[in-house]
């Protein structure tokens, strides 16, 4: 695990990819390891000794309606002739959301001596992350076709048509994930949902009636407008202090475990360019892929004796979002139901239970024993 202890540190200041990369380490058990990135991040402000040098150019375009949309990405491969066993893993739709949070638990399950020889893919949401933030009308839908777009395009990290892929989702993208694969406009070997929600922070404290919507709706275009738009964003989001209170409150369950590198991490987001445009949509519930608990549990049955569905629920979790996560518990459609330490994002908080219990799961659906 010494991978996951130096360079997968979500809070590691070194940890840049300015440019497109490829980067190799060695695990713990001396295979190698390889880390890709793909980005088009601007690297004018990082020094010249601080700057990887490119090896491969790997990016991905997304487009959408007019815009071209540059998407980040990471890679994980251990060196291998054995053909490669896709995990696609979604980050957790946040104000700060970032593939910081699942490398630690990719590096984990890649690196382990497995028969099985796991690649793991991290991808940022467009408007968030890494990914451009483009000035769109974001909603459920949008990062929807996003997920379907990203698993079936054929010049993709991640090529559906050539194998099996199994996702891996948080908080809202983990609703997300599910709502797709019941379309069947996805259709993952296997599903795990880690800390799974969809009520933004706004609708599950203050309901969704009509006079309620009336509000989000002129928040929401408060916060996108130039100027005041921006005073407001750093009032409610793009501040350390309000970002420390939120990991310490209810995103980890013990507020030790919150660094000042993962605080200033995640501020550093909050100024990236077109940065309050998706949280916008994320606080006022424009994100939320059902509007109800039983819309919600119905995304899961739907699946039923089609998809394998792992539930990572968490201890410490918020009243209201523990208990949409309980509702889960033997629910239709859940073939497997745990519970961890945690709050919202265990995946970080807690990697290596995290990740034991998702390899616990991929051994079970893919008949591989160690």
Same mark, same amino acid.
């Given at each position: $695990?010494?991978?996951?202890?130096?360079?997968?540190? %979500?809070?590691?200041?070194?940890?840049? #990819?300015?440019?497109k990369v490829r980067r190799s380490f060695f695990s713990q058990n001396g295979n190698l390891l390889k880390i890709k990135a793909s980005t088009t991040l601007d690297s004018s402000s990082v020094s010249v000794n601080d700057k990887p040098s490119p090896l491969k150019t790997n990016n991905w375009q997304w487009k959408f309606k007019d815009n071209n949309v540059n998407i980040y990405y990471e890679e994980y491969v251990k060196e291998s002739a054995e053909p490669s066993q896709n995990i696609l893993l979604m980050p957790t739709i946040s104000d700060v959301s970032t593939v910081e949070e699942w490398r630690a638990v990719a590096g984990d399950i890649v690196?382990?001596?497995? &028969?099985?020889?796991?690649?793991? =893919?991290?991808?940022?949401?467009?408007?968030?992350?890494y990914s451009d933030r483009p000035k769109i009308d974001y909603n459920a839908d949008v990062l929807e076709k #996003?997920?379907?777009?990203?698993?079936n395009a054929s010049n993709g990290p991640v090529n559906q048509q050539e194998n099996d892929l199994v996702i891996f989702g948080g908080g809202h993208a983990a609703s997300i994930v599910i709502r797709a694969a019941k379309k069947g406009l996805v259709k993952p070997k296997a599903i795990a949902v880690v800390?799974? /929600?969809?009520?933004?922070?706004? +609708?599950?404290?203050?309901?969704?009636?009509?006079? $309620?919507e009336t509000r989000y709706g002129?928040?929401?275009? =408060?916060? *996108?407008? %130039?100027?005041v738009g921006w005073m407001m964003y750093n009032v409610l989001v793009s501040n350390e202090k309000a970002i420390e209170s939120q990991y310490k409150s209810h995103v980890y369950a013990n507020p030790d475990n919150v660094t000042t590198g993962i605080v200033e991490s995640r501020y550093?987001? =909050? &100024?990236? &360019?077109?940065?309050?445009?998706? +949280?916008?949509?994320?606080?006022?519930?424009?994100?939320? %892929?059902?509007?109800?608990?039983?819309?919600?549990?119905?995304?899961?049955?739907?699946?039923?004796?089609?998809? +394998?569905?792992?539930?990572?629920? /968490?201890?410490?979790?918020? *009243?209201?979002? &523990?208990?949409? $996560?309980?509702?889960?518990?033997g629910a239709k459609g859940v073939s497997k139901f745990v519970e961890v330490s945690g709050a919202l994002l265990p995946q970080e908080e807690y990697p290596a239970i995290v990740a034991e219990e998702l390899y616990q799961f991929l051994q079970q659906y893919f008949g591989s024993e160690d």
């Open positions: $695990m010494a991978l996951s202890a130096t360079f997968l540190a %979500p809070s590691s200041p070194n940890f840049n #990819f300015p440019c690196q382990r001596d497995s &028969k099985v020889n796991w690649r793991a =893919t991290i991808v940022d949401w467009p408007g968030l992350g #996003f997920l379907v777009d990203f698993v800390a799974p /929600t969809w009520a933004g922070p706004l +609708p599950i404290v203050f309901g969704r009636d009509s006079s $309620m002129l928040l929401r275009g =408060t916060l *996108k407008a %130039p100027a550093a987001l =909050t &100024k990236r &360019k077109g940065a309050r445009y998706l +949280p916008a949509a994320f606080l006022t519930g424009e994100l939320d %892929p059902v509007t109800s608990r039983e819309e919600f549990l119905e995304l899961f049955a739907g699946l039923e004796g089609q998809t +394998p569905v792992l539930v990572i629920s /968490t201890t410490g979790s918020p *009243k209201r979002s &523990k208990a949409e $996560m309980e509702a889960l518990r």
